[in-house]
């Protein structure tokens, strides 16, 4: 079985400030995470993602995460918001097939709003 | 590239009337995944379909949810007998095979009254 925790449901930082969105992750197996964002009446678009190789992984939109296996801890991350980073956030984890790609149903994260002010 | 599309953008219906929600994948993607997303039950997997393989159905929560993809490409949802608990915005994602990553439509919100 595999599950995943959002820390916080609601993020509010000042544009230009560090963002740190908190994620953990429970998996019976090596999982593949992911880190999706939703506008506001818009589809998900996806951050970036982890399989297997390098714990910190650069998305778009200057977004980062860091693979923390002992935390079980997948943190999403950008040092300097803007304001068109409004959006909610979700955690993601899936199972990890051969060659350390993922597939299969994905499981979200009930989602993190952020919250950017001027 | 095209992207997933979906439609409609927005259905309202009456209790007890059967609906259908198409979902068109990027050309190309072998895999194809139903989710469900409302307040209160956040983002749920529902079903999905890979190549020629027998659809993983473990998400749909009753019988009156079915899908079907045809030709290996366009999909449809169907939920018979609405209820307001259906109430929720129905998201379409596919990929190039189960182990890639997965591209979301806008969704179908849909309204049951």
């Known amino acids: 079985a595999q599950s995943v925790t959002q820390l916080d449901s609601h993020v509010s930082v000042s544009e230009g400030t560090p963002v740190l969105l908190r994620c953990n992750y429970s998996s019976s197996y090596s999982p593949s995470l992911f880190w999706y964002v939703q506008h506001p009446n818009k589809g998900l678009q996806l951050l970036l993602k982890?399989?297997?190789?390098?714990?910190l992984v650069k998305g778009i939109n200057g977004f980062e995460a860091e693979f923390k296996k002992s935390e079980t801890s997948f943190h999403l991350t950008k040092p300097s918001a803007h304001m068109s980073d409004a959006a909610e956030y979700f955690c993601v984890v899936n199972k990890k097939g051969s060659g350390g790609t993922s597939y299969g149903k994905l499981t979200f994260g009930q989602g993190t709003i952020l919250t950017v002010h001027p | 590239g095209a992207g997933v599309s979906q439609s409609p953008s927005n259905k309202v219906t009456e209790k007890g009337k059967d609906v259908e929600l198409r979902c068109d994948p990027i050309?190309?993607?072998?895999?194809l995944y139903w989710y469900r997303q409302s307040l209160g039950q956040g983002l749920e997997f529902l079903i999905y379909f890979q190549g020629n393989s027998a659809p993983d159905k473990s998400g749909l929560p009753s019988d009156r949810f079915s899908a079907e993809r045809t030709g290996g490409s366009v999909s449809t949802l169907t939920i018979q007998r609405t209820q307001q608990e259906d109430s929720a915005v129905y998201l379409c994602?596919?990929?190039?095979?189960?182990?890639?990553?997965?591209?979301f439509g806008p969704g179908t919100r849909l309204t049951v009254l």
């Open positions: 982890y399989t297997s190789a390098a714990t």
């Open positions: 994602a596919s990929s190039r095979d189960n182990t890639d990553t997965q591209y």
């Open positions: 050309s190309g993607h072998t895999a």
